[in-house]
Each structure stands twice: as C-alpha cells, then as structure tokens.
C-alpha cells in the first residue's frame, strides 16, 4: 500500500504573512505581492509570466474552501537595465480568494510538481493556519518570506493528520489498496454496503487489534484501514463513470459534490462505529444516539440512556461523548445534547486546532479527546489539556464499576 510523500504533491513552498499592502487591493500597488526577493531561490531567475495557479482561501467559519483558477507572473522589473540590480515583482489578478484576503493573514505559495502554483491564503490565528504551518514543518510566518527549498522525497511521509490537511486544500491524495478489490467486488458487488457493514468488514481484514493495550493505536488503525478500502473500492466504483465524461460542467460539478459528501458522512459514521465496537470489546456501557432534552441525539452517553433519565442516579457518573470527525465550528452542536451532563466530552480526529478555539471549548466546559498520535499536531501549550483514548476509557471504567457498586448496594 502506498501511503505517499508530501513532496509527491509540493516540491517547494514559500510563506509569509500577508501586510497591509498585500491584502488591501486599493492600496497594492497592479495587486502584487510584497517582499519577493527571497523568492529567487524558488522562482528563479527567469521571466515567467501567467504561471497557471489555484488560488484558494480558508477560514474555520467557511463550510467550504474559496477557490479559483487564475495566475500569477513573475518578472523582473529591471531585467533591460543592465545597470541596475535586479528587483522582481509578483503579480495577480483580482480573485474571489484576493477579495477575502486581510492583513495578518497566512499566504502560503507552492510549486506543484507539474511546475504550477498554489497560492493558500489561511485566515490569520486559524485552526486551518496552523494546520498548514504543521502539515509543511515551518515556523509562524513572518511579515516577510521564508522559503522551504526541495522538499525530500524521503520526508514527512502522510499519515492521516498530514492527508486531511492536503484534501482541504482540493489535493486528491492517493490511498488505494489494490490487494483487497476482488475480495471487495466479491462481497459487495457494484453498490456501496452501509456504513456499519463496512467497517465490520475493515475490522476484518486487520484482524487482532490490541484494543486493550492501545486503545489510542486500535483507533487510528481503524479508522484509516477503513479510509484506505473506501477509497480503493469508490475508485473502482466511480471510475467508469470518470471515464465516460459528462455532457455538462453543471453535471460533473453536482457529481463531484456527491463524493465529497459520501466521503464525509462515511468518516464520521466510520467513526463512531469503530469507537462503538472498541467500548463493547473493553466492557464499557454505552448507548450511541439516545434520545434526550428537545430531540436531541448525543453521539455516546455512559453508561446509558436509562441512567441518564434516572434523577437518583448520580450525575457525576454520567458521561457525554460527542463524536466529530472534524470540528470546524460544529463542535458547538454538542453542549446542548445532555442538558444533564455539564462537563462534556468531544472525540475529533482534527489535527491543530487553533489555541482560541482550544481555549473556548475549556470555557465551555467540553473536554477534547484526540488519539495520542495528533496530539503532537498541537502546541506545548495545548497539549497538557489534552486526553487520549486511553485516558478516556480510564475514566469512563472508573465511573462505571463506582455506579456498578452502588447499584449492587
């Protein structure tokens, strides 16, 4: 199985944090970029005008990527001179992702291996910025640029955190495992199965896990074993389909859309079906989407629904878990789903999320949970306030054989 490189989709990039003049195009001067003489050692030397580039902006707040196909050209202003240095310019045109870019903002510029650009604007103190930040290994950018050279083809190998990032960007990263197709055709035919019997069969096909001694490594195991299949079976799907084309843009955009979606919704259902199967095999109760307070459905309440509605029973032995793949603002969804419950528990697999929203879940009273293997995504600061898998179900076993007890009394 390949698990790919991050230089298989960047060779080099360059970052800095947008200025006044950057961003406000009333005051840049033909919409340039400031400061790009360190760019030379990325650019080069040469003219090279309407460089084919994709523009795109993130924001926590936008459900969606901004995204347009444009250009940008660098040429060196003095290049007739002879008698002066050279002083180059990098210019671009006026883009849907240029108009929502503000001062403080991140601007990351990638070379692509096919030689063209991507300009990456990230709102300024963003999860998504600094989850780019960790996803290239460089430092909190400056008003003026810094350039990562070659990135090596036998670094920063992906891994889940790292492939989350590149598909935000619109980057369709390679995970395919050719070696259980004809297994997957012979058991599910040409349609894809429901969430839960796809992950019983990506159970399946690791075997054993070490649920009890790594709850946190089990986890991740699963959950990418999972991604893996679903992508190697909904290429082979999809693919005949790709093949034949479509007669509209309108047709391939609506066609596009519905695989982004199926995508998502099988992550988080995966998800929680894998977290469901981990609680039953550790011996935890558990009931997953009960019912409480206005209709609501939280994601897991410990150790029951029937407990939950029991006014003698305990609330300090009640847990809530809310289950999000990614978080983005939907992380706000869960502090009303058990009235009950005041502490609250939020299981993401998102990587680095921004210390201002770390610090409002804490006023919020939710409690993140990552596998321990993202907690390094996040920064010193953050991580002490973090629990793993582990931790969780530390707590969880506790709650339960204290209420076991006293039930018993």
């Known amino acids: 199985m390949r698990s790919g490189h991050l230089s298989d989709y960047f060779r080099q990039i360059a970052w800095k944090r947008l200025t006044a003049v950057d961003a406000d195009q009333h005051r840049s001067h033909q919409h340039e970029f400031g400061g790009v003489g360190a760019l030379r050692t990325m650019l080069g030397e040469e003219d090279r005008r309407n460089i084919p580039t994709t523009f795109i902006y993130l924001a926590d707040d936008d459900p969606e990527p901004l995204r347009e196909q444009a250009w940008l050209s660098w040429y060196d202003t003095r290049r007739k001179q002879s008698h002066r240095g050279p002083e ?14 503000t001062e403080g903002d991140l601007l990351i510029i990638g070379v692509r291996p096919d030689d063209s650009l991507m300009a990456i604007i990230a709102e300024g103190g963003s999860t998504i910025a600094g989850q780019l930040l960790w996803l290239f290994g460089v430092d909190h950018a400056h008003p003026g640029y810094s350039v990562k050279g070659e990135i090596e083809t036998n670094q920063l190998s992906l891994e889940f955190a790292s492939r989350f990032i590149l598909e935000e960007l619109g980057v369709d990263v390679e ?16 349609s894809f199965p429901g969430t839960r019997e796809f992950s019983n069969y990506a159970r399946e096909t690791l075997g054993d896990l070490d649920v009890k001694g790594d709850p946190d490594g089990a986890l991740m195991a699963l959950v990418e074993r999972e991604e893996v299949l679903f992508r190697t079976f909904e290429r082979h799907l999809i693919g005949d389909q790709l093949q034949e084309g479509f007669d509209e843009v309108d047709d391939f955009v609506r066609f596009s859309l519905s695989v982004q979606n199926r995508r998502k919704k099988r992550m988080g259902a995966a998800l929680e079906n894998h977290l469901e199967h981990m609680f039953q095999k550790l011996g935890i109760r558990a009931d997953r989407n009960p019912v409480t307070e206005g209709k609501s459905k939280p994601d897991f309440i410990f150790p ?29 969804q869960v502090l009303s789903e058990a009235d009950r419950i ?11 999320i921004s210390l201002a929203q770390t610090d409002e879940m804490r ?12 907690h ?20 969880l076993h506790d709650r339960d054989s204290i209420a076991r007890s006293s039930s018993i009394e």
Request: net charge neutral; with cysteine; proline share 5%.
């Open 88 to 101: 180059y310019r990098l210019y671009f045109p006026d883009t849907v992702v240029s108009d929502n870019a």
């Open 175 to 190: 995970s395919a495992d050719d070696d259980y197709l004809d297994q997957m055709n012979q058991r599910f035919g040409t």
């Open 304 to 332: 029951g629904i029937t407990e939950y509605r029991d006014p003698a029973f305990e609330t300090q032995r009640l847990t809530m878990l809310g289950v999000k793949s990614t978080c983005k603002d939907r992380w706000r």
């Open 342 to 352: 005041p502490d609250k528990h939020l299981l993401t697999l998102e990587p680095s």
């Open 363 to 374: 006023r919020q009273r939710l409690q993140l949970v990552l596998p321990s293997r993202l």
């Open 376 to 395: 390094g995504t996040y920064a010193q600061s953050q991580q002490s306030s973090l629990l793993s898998i582990s931790m969780l179900v530390e707590i």
